[in-house]
């Protein structure tokens, strides 16, 4: 076993305490510890382990001077800075795969509510209204699927979409996986000709200086009126004012957002519009992609600490 002391600073799916303890590392679960408090000691830990709540930054990482690893059970690492971890030698990890079915699923579902409006369909009844002649669907069978990043994510929602006989559309700055590829016969295309071909267009990338906005104003202008935006990733991809215009003004066909450029997006206006579905940063919670991400998270260390 190893002697090493770990800072757990959110709530996390046990297993992943299990992995630690029984391999000898002393845990401090403490998931409601607050920024004060993680600067007063973190100091003392040599591995810091955080989910979505806790943001560990330059500050904090400037007093962590025994640590090694700083963990997020999760995908993205935007709340941990990074370059001050690699300035103290600490290593960043997280849970790559660990939410990739999950959020692919979540994905699948935005889509079918889009198609048939059963969100509206739904609200209208809780409202007294019985909308049938006007929630007159489209199927998904046939229709253009653009995804944009196709990594763990993006990947996982192209083979699924497949099974609905989605034709798949994909864009990525690196090289994409050939075995995929030809498993959903991908049409690659660079990014004007996705956005300009998709009935949906479904966002998979990081986000960086370089996808800050990276679906514009200008961007929506070359997409279809009826399209359909779906964005998982980060809220800074997609320029949510522009978004709001082009889907009050007739110029695009509806959204579906899980991201926001400023959570809790409580007084969003995109909440308005009746061809938009908006849920609270859910992707990646099920249970089994925060059991899943717990275990990737503790093998990773285990296997660091073993060197
Ligand atoms: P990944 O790293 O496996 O894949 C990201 C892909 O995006 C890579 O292939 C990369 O080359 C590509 N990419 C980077 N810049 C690009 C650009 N400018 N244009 C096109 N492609 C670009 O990541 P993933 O696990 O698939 O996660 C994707 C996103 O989903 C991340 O932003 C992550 O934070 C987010 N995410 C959200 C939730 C949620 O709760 N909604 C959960 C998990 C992950």
Redo the contacts with the bound molecule.
Sequence with gaps: GFDDSVLICDEVDPVLNKILQDNGLKVSYEPKITPEQIKEKISTFNIVIVRSRTTITREMIEKADKCKIIARV?????NVDQVAAKEKNIRVINA?????N??AE?VLGFMLTLSRQTARGDRAIRNGQWLKNELKGTELRGKYLGI?????????LGRLARGLNMNIIG????P?DEEFAKEVGLMKAD?DTLLQSSDYIS??????D??YH?INAQKMTTMKKTAKIIN???GG?VDEDALYEAIKNGNLGGAAL??FEKEPAIGNKLAELDNVILTP?????TKE?QSLAANIIGEKIIQILRG
């Design positions: 999760g995908v993205g690492l935007d790559a795969e660990g939410a990739m999950a959020v979540l944009i990043g196709l990594g763990n994510i993006g990947k996982r864009y990525d700055v690196v994409i990014l966002i998979h990338v990081p986000l960086l370089s996808t990276l998982t990733s980060r991809v899980d991201v940063h859910i992707g990646a919670q992609a």
